[in-house]
C-alpha cells in the first residue's frame, strides 16, 4: 500500500492592525510680500505638488471681456522678462516639471508639479511666470486663436452644451456665473495682450495670494527657496474683492435644446444649494452619494440596471463659489444619458425614484455602503502629493479652516440614515428642478410635456 505524501502549508497571513488616517494638516506662514504660504510635509512623496491662487475672480472680468481670465492663465506658461515662450517650455522639461493654469468663478490657480530634487528650479518658473509674465502679442492672439478654435467643439458635446444651458437658466443674465466661464466667440474675439495685461496688473498681486506646498521636504529649506523665488514678486497691497451673493431661480421647468435625429438625450437637472460652510453638507454629501455617487445607487440600479436606460446616471455637488461669511452656494446636479425613445420613460422612472426617496426615506444599508466608500477609501485618495494640495488650495478658495477635511470625514462617519435621507430630499426637491435635455426635440417633446414637471421649452443648439 502506498503512503499518501503529506503537504505542509505555511500559516496564512493575517492582517495588519490598522493605522489610524486623518486628512494631514498643513503649517501656515506668510513671506514678507504678503503671500500666505501652507506647507504640509508628506514622507516618500518625492514629487512635490504646488499650488498658487490668485484673488482674480471670473466676476471681475471687465464687460465684454469674458475669458480674458482664462487667457491669463494660459499666457502665464508663454514667456517672462528671462525665457522665451519655447526658453520656459524647455526649462520646465529639463526640471521634470509640469505647470498648468486655469480660471473658475474663485479666482485663477496655477498648478505645479516637480520632482523634490528640482523644486528650487520649479519654484523659480513659477515665481517668473507671476512676477514678470511677457504677455507677448503673438502669444496672446495664439491662445485666442486656440481658445475660438474649442469654441464650437464644446458646443457640439452634449454634457457641454447642457451645462452651458443649465448655467443660463438658473442664474440672472447680469450675473457672470449665467454665461460661460471661459467666455463666448464674441467675448473671447476681443481679447488682446493690452486687456490682458491690465487684467493681471488690476488683480494679480502677492498680498492676496496664496502658495500651496505639498511633497517630500526632508533636508528642504522651503523658508529659503520661497524667499529667494515667490518671495521676490511684489506688488501692491491691495484688499481681497468682496464676493457677490450667489442669486439663482430654481422654479421647477425643462428646456430641450433641440438636436435634430439624436439618438440619445443628454440631461442635466440641477438646482443650487448651500455649499461647505452650511452645516448640512456632511449629510448633503452621503446622501446624495447615495442617491446617484456610484453604480450601486438608486439611480443606476433603476435607471440602468432594471430599465437598461442609460449606461450610467451620477448625482453630485459642485462648489460654485463661497464667502467668508458663508454665504456662498453648489451646484446640486443629477447628469447623464438616456437613448432618444426612452426620454420619457427615464424621466418619469427618475421622478419616482425621487418621490420615493421623500416617502421612504435610504436604508441604513445604503448609508453603510456611502459612508465606507467616502470615508474608507479615503486614505487611497490622497496618496498623491497632488491629490492634498489641490484639497487644501480648495480650502483656502472656500474660506474653510485648514482642518476641515479632515472634519469633514469625522462628520461623514457620523451622519446617521435620517439625517442623509433629510439633506437629499431637501436637495432635490421633486417640484424645484431646473431640467436641460438636450436631443431630438420632436422626439422627446411630448412625451415630457405629459410628465407634468415643469412648462416645457424648445431652444436651437447653436
Known sequence: MTELATMEFHPQPQAGEAKPWAFPAPERSTLGNGLTVLRCHRPGQQVVAVEVLLDAPLDAEPAGLDGVATIMARAFSEGTDKHSAEEFAAELERAGATLDAHADHPGVRLSLEVPASRLAKGLGLIADALRAPAFADSEVERLVRNRLDEIPHELANPSRRAAKELSKELFPADSRMSRPRQGTEETVAGIDAKAVRAFYDRHVRPATATVVVVGDLTGIDLDALL??????????????????PVIADDTGRVVI??????????????????????????????????????????????????????????????????????????????????????????????????????????????????????????????????????????????????????????????????????????????????????????????????????????VSAE
Open 227 to 244: 524667499g529667494d523665488t515667490l518671495g521676490a514678486w511684489t506688488g501692491s497691497a491691495a484688499q481681497p474683492r468682496p464676493v457677490p
Open 257 to 458: 435644446v433641440d438636436r435634430p435625429g439624436a439618438v440619445q438625450t443628454q440631461l442635466l437637472i440641477g438646482r443650487t444649494g448651500p455649499d461647505r460652510h452650511d452645516r448640512v453638507w456632511p449629510a448633503q454629501v452621503l446622501g446624495t452619494y447615495c442617491l446617484g455617487g456610484t453604480l450601486t445607487s438608486r439611480l443606476d440600479r433603476v435607471l440602468r440596471e432594471e430599465k437598461g436606460y442609460t449606461y450610467g446616471v451620477r448625482a453630485f455637488t459642485q462648489v460654485l463659489r463661497s464667502t467668508p461669511e458663508g454665504t456662498g452656494a453648489a451646484m446640486l446636479a443629477i447628469s447623464g444619458s438616456v437613448d432618444t425613445p426612452n426620454t420619457g420613460p427615464a424621466l418619469q422612472d427618475l421622478w419616482t425614484v425621487l418621490r420615493t426617496l421623500a416617502a421612504e426615506g435610504l436604508t441604513d444599508a445604503e448609508r453603510d455602503v456611502g459612508v465606507q466608500n467616502l470615508v474608507g477609501v479615503a486614505p487611497l485618495k490622497y496618496e498623491t502629493a497632488a491629490a492634498v494640495a489641490s484639497t487644501l488650495a480648495d480650502q483656502v478658495e472656500q474660506h474653510l479652516p485648514d482642518d476641515y477635511q479632515a472634519e469633514l470625514y469625522r462628520q461623514l462617519a457620523a451622519t446617521g440614515t435620517v439625517e442623509a435621507t433629510a439633506a437629499v430630499v431637501n436637495a432635490f426637491p421633486v417640484d424645484r428642478l431646473v431640467t436641460v435635455l438636450v436631443g431630438d426635440a420632436a422626439q422627446i417633446k411630448a412625451p415630457v410635456e405629459a410628465l407634468g414637471i415643469g412648462d416645457v421649452t424648445v
